[in-house]
């Protein structure tokens, strides 16, 4: 059926495709590693640009873009774990831990706690955890 839709959507114009990968289901990876599967099929029916989600890490967002199976990758959880996600993907720099247990509630913790890279490493310095 996604065959037939991402062939049909071509005669629209669209700005972009967004395809969530099969390897997560809600907030669970079912199946860890698995290549970017729906882009790769995908882009072979749909002629604009795709955006692909869904369990990405930054090397295998990187492989799936090297590879012409995505325009763009969109990433969630790591985005809210990390507020400076572009800057540790350029500079290398190490991933803030996310935690399930607060995504999609009414408060505030877990989306605006996470620190900056500078933080941590400031709180690292200075013994201040």
């Given amino acids: 059926m996604f065959d037939y839709v991402a062939k049909e959507l071509n005669r629209f114009g669209l700005a972009y495709l967004h395809i969530i990968e099969p390897r997560v289901r809600g907030n669970v990876v ?3 590693g698995q290549y970017a599967v729906a882009a ?3 882009r072979k029916i749909f002629k604009g640009k795709i955006i692909a989600a869904g369990g990405f ?4 967002a990187e492989e799936v873009v090297e590879n012409g199976d995505a325009d763009l990758v969109a990433f969630g959880r790591n985005f ?3 507020p400076d996600l572009p800057k540790r993907i350029r500079l290398g720099l190490p991933l803030n831990a996310y935690d399930r247990n607060t995504f999609y509630t009414f408060d505030a913790r877990g ?5 900056f890279y500078e933080q941590q490493s400031e709180s690292v310095a200075t013994g201040v955890y």
């Fill in 40 to 42: 790769a099929r995908l």
């Fill in 111 to 115: 989306y605006t706690d996470y620190p």
């Fill in 80 to 82: 809210l774990a990390n």
């Fill in 30 to 32: 079912v199946a860890e």
């Fill in 57 to 60: 890490e930054p090397e295998t």
